[in-house]
């Protein structure tokens, strides 16, 4: 059974290990979670409070410009509809515009503004303060060796695609 939205994970039980997958699953939620109250809380107006899903698209849009709507909805894990209405509200806040592609005018490329710069700016900011967060109660010499071995583990993965 899982714990609702919001609450803090359960311990292990005495004696019984988490399994790989649910360890990495629970540091990717908490992670998350940590990162979207604290991008909520530095948005200087109510319009530029973002959900996770539209800072999560707006730092995959500035990291990839050019991707279509369909691939970033892929690579982030959300539903096309969703990704529509994640990038209707972007571009309303002029931090994203979607271009026609030259070969094909169907298809739309997603780029992100300069009027988005500060934002991403703050995000990236952000970002570098709770990757520190999440690691510091592990010494350099244990983070290389942790980084390392789930490079590994990403390595294994993908080889195959």
């Known amino acids: 059974?899982?714990?609702?939205?919001?609450?803090?994970?359960?311990?292990?039980?005495?004696?019984?290990?988490?399994?790989?997958?649910?360890q990495i699953a629970l540091i990717?939620?908490?992670?998350?979670?940590?990162?979207?109250?604290?991008?909520?809380?530095?948005?200087?107006?109510?319009?530029?409070?973002?959900?996770?899903?539209q800072w999560r698209a707006l730092g995959a849009i500035w990291l990839h410009p050019g991707w279509t709507q369909k691939e970033m909805a892929e690579k982030l894990e959300i539903g096309p509809v969703a990704m529509g209405q994640t990038l209707d509200r972007l571009e309303a806040l002029q931090w994203v515009e979607r271009r026609s592609d030259p070969g094909d005018r169907r298809v739309k490329r997603l780029y992100a503004t300069d009027a988005?710069?500060?934002?991403?700016?703050?995000?990236?900011?952000?970002?570098?303060?709770?990757?520190?967060?999440?690691s510091v109660s592990l010494s350099p010499e244990k983070m290389r060796t942790l980084t390392g071995l789930l490079d590994e583990v990403i390595e294994s993965l993908t080889a195959g695609e």
Do not use: I, N
């Not at 059974?1 to 649910?22: D, H, K």
């Not at 700016?121 to 967060?133: Q, S, T």
């Open 1 to 22: 059974m899982t714990a609702p939205a919001g609450a803090p994970p359960e311990p292990a039980a005495e004696g019984v290990q988490r399994s790989f997958a649910s």
């Open 28 to 53: 990717a939620r908490l992670l998350r979670k940590r990162f979207d109250e604290r991008a909520r809380a530095m948005a200087s107006s109510a319009d530029e409070a973002l959900t996770q899903a």
């Open 116 to 134: 988005a710069e500060p934002m991403v700016a703050r995000l990236g900011l952000l970002a570098g303060r709770e990757d520190h967060y999440a």
